[in-house]
């Protein structure tokens, strides 16, 4: 679904829960310490079991980053792939989290 659906569908009152979208996620953790990777793990499974109980959504396959300072202009190799696939229209919406 392009933006401009998606923002008419919203402004005429439906949820982003009611749209047919493919929806993905980005997690990323700035360190390789075990509390990080916990993290990382536990960002991995609450987005793709978030996703996947949405009847209305199609779960893309998410994009992870490790060790990755969200300050860096040089991102992981993961979120330059989410950019370029992206551009290739292969999801309507990306979920993430702010640390």
């Known amino acids: 679904m392009d933006l401009y659906n998606m923002r008419r ?3 005429s009152g439906k949820s982003i829960y009611d749209l047919p979208l493919k929806v993905t996620y980005y997690a990323r953790v700035s360190s390789e310490k075990d509390e990080q ?4 793990s536990n960002q991995v499974y609450y987005f793709e079991n978030h996703i996947k109980e949405v009847s209305n959504w199609t779960y893309v396959d998410g994009y992870v980053d490790e ?16 950019i370029l696939d992206s551009k290739k229209g292969k999801f309507d919406l990306i979920l993430t989290t702010r640390k």
């Open 9 to 11: 569908e919203i402004t």
């Open 37 to 40: 990777l916990n993290s990382l």
């Open 67 to 82: 060790g990755i300072s969200g300050t860096s202009v040089n991102k992981g190799d993961s979120f330059k792939r989410m």
